[in-house]
């Protein structure tokens, strides 16, 4: 058994705690392993203990890289364990972050989901398969994909797509207009019946501006 000589706050920028065994250095911990845990000069800590606050401490250095990655944007589940296990993560410190992620409302599928459609919607409206194709790889399950999908309208999405791409085609050349936003729509994951609808209409109504 060993006793606790010093604390002493570590260097970067991760809030670190270095604890000194008997005099010497023993291990670095996380701020908040080291508070939670209530470590304290003087206190005695037998093997068994300090291996158990290694651990606490990789967990935590864990968790806190998850909440690294979501302070950028929303994220599967399936990301952050990528991410994590990019990261040198063993996987049963990732399996206890994703689960606690999951039960503080951090880490959800169905709202990621969500928040993809909105946000391609938003910017960059895409067909229903190419919106499913890209929450796929994304590590979305096939009932959450179909859920959010199925509220998607392809016209008024294909619509959308050509307007910003039609401002900057003219309105004089109709087959260069027709191939053209065609083919953005095309890359864009939409079915043959839609490209046209939608070109046929955005080309009228570019007509009637342009008279």
């Known amino acids: 058994m060993s006793q606790i000589t010093r604390l002493a706050a570590g260097k970067g920028r991760e809030k670190r705690v270095n604890v000194y065994l008997d005099g010497e250095f023993a291990l670095s911990l996380a701020a908040e392993v080291a508070l939670r845990e209530g470590l304290r000069v003087g206190r005695e800590i037998t093997g068994d203990e300090l291996t158990a606050l290694a651990g606490a401490d990789r967990q935590q250095r864990c ?44 880490l959800d599928d169905e709202a990621f989901a969500r928040y993809w459609i909105d946000n391609r919607e938003s910017f960059s409206p895409r ?12 590590g979305i399950s096939r009932d959450v994909i179909a859920a959010a999908t199925g509220r998607l309208d392809e016209g008024d999405s294909a619509y959308r797509a050509a307007l910003t791409k039609a401002r900057h085609l003219s309105p004089a050349d109709y087959a260069d207009f027709r191939q053209r936003l065609g083919a953005h729509l095309v890359r864009r994951g939409f079915g043959y019946d839609v490209v046209n609808a939608t070109v046929a209409r955005v080309w009228e109504e570019n007509r009637r501006v342009h008279r």
């Open 127 to 138: 067909s229903r398969r190419l919106t499913a194709l890209e929450l796929s790889r994304k």
């Open 63 to 106: 968790h806190n890289a998850a909440l690294r990655l979501l302070a950028y944007r929303p994220r599967s589940q399936a990301e952050v364990r990528q991410r994590l296990q990019k990261r040198g993560f063993e996987e049963v410190y990732i399996a206890r972050t994703l689960d606690k992620l999951g039960e503080q409302g951090l």
